[in-house]
């Protein structure tokens, strides 16, 4: 199915490449492998499974899998699907990297029908700002209008 004509979020979308697969079906994550990045990737070190899930459970997510079915990627989109939308929890496992993965992904978050016409997007990245700008994400034009309350530790306090 191509990504376009549904603009409802709940649909399930899925898009095909060589013997990868991009889904928007919540049933395909694999929790253990998301999870398994996340508690040791730089942004959501020791990050607690279940705090994983109930993220997973309030975002629009994309999976890729490969030919077998296994998860080796993921990107999650938090939105009102109106406005605004916050990227985050973007990867691709090591060993599938080099492959183009990252911008087919990007490229089905972007081409979302729920996700068209919002006003503003937000990321955080540390070292993938050339696959971001790719897409049109520019650094912010005007960083005093910006504030947040920002925890880093908040998962070794669990």
Known sequence: MELTHCSNPEVVLEKRRDNYLISTHRARLDLNAIHGFLASCYWAKGIPREVVARSIEHSLCFG?????????????????????????????????????????????????????????????????????????????KAPERYMELHQPNVYETR
């Open 64 to 140: 890729i899998y490969e030919g077998g079915g296994a998860q080796v990627g993921f990107a999650r989109v938090v939105s009102d699907f109106a406005t605004v939308a916050y990227l985050g929890d973007v990867f691709v496992l090591e060993s599938h990297r080099g492959r183009g993965l990252s911008k087919w992904l990007m490229q089905c978050v972007m081409e979302h029908p729920a996700l068209q016409n919002l006003r503003r997007w937000i990321l955080l990245t540390r070292d993938a700002h050339a696959l971001y700008s790719k897409f049109g994400f520019t650094p912010v």
